[in-house]
């Protein structure tokens, strides 16, 4: 299987710019695509940002403009949003599949507090 932890995350000022990064391990070779999903207090789980290992990029269009997701690696996914709103105050969670439906695997979640 396949093992995600997260790093990042906290308290951020408004206006400021967020970090995280995710390190997958075990059968990364099974990894299609990694990304970072969120989850505001009383709304559902939404995408944020996803890659594939092809490159292909999808961004929520509530973040397009001022994030970017970087994979530097197979097994890494990185994501930046600048220009933070409290509207981007939730737990972001790091997420990784194989494409097929096959694997679908979730970070314990990080949590990303803006304040004014």
């Known amino acids: 299987q396949v093992q995600l932890v997260e790093s990042g995350g906290g308290l951020v000022q408004t206006g400021g710019t967020l970090r995280l990064s995710c390190a997958a391990s075990g059968m990364i070779s099974k990894i299609n695509a990694m990304g970072w999903y969120r989850q505001a207090p009383g709304k559902e789980r939404e995408l944020v940002a996803v890659m594939t290992n092809g490159g292909v990029e999808n961004y929520a269009d509530s973040v397009k403009g001022r994030c970017l997701i970087s994979r530097d690696r197979a097994d890494t996914v990185s994501l930046r949003i600048n220009s933070l709103k409290p509207e981007d105050t939730a737990v972001y969670y790091c997420?990784?599949?194989?494409?097929?439906?096959?694997?679908?695997?979730w970070g314990q979640g990080t949590r990303v507090t803006v304040f004014s």
């Open positions: 997420y990784a599949d194989d494409g097929w439906g096959y694997l679908e695997v």
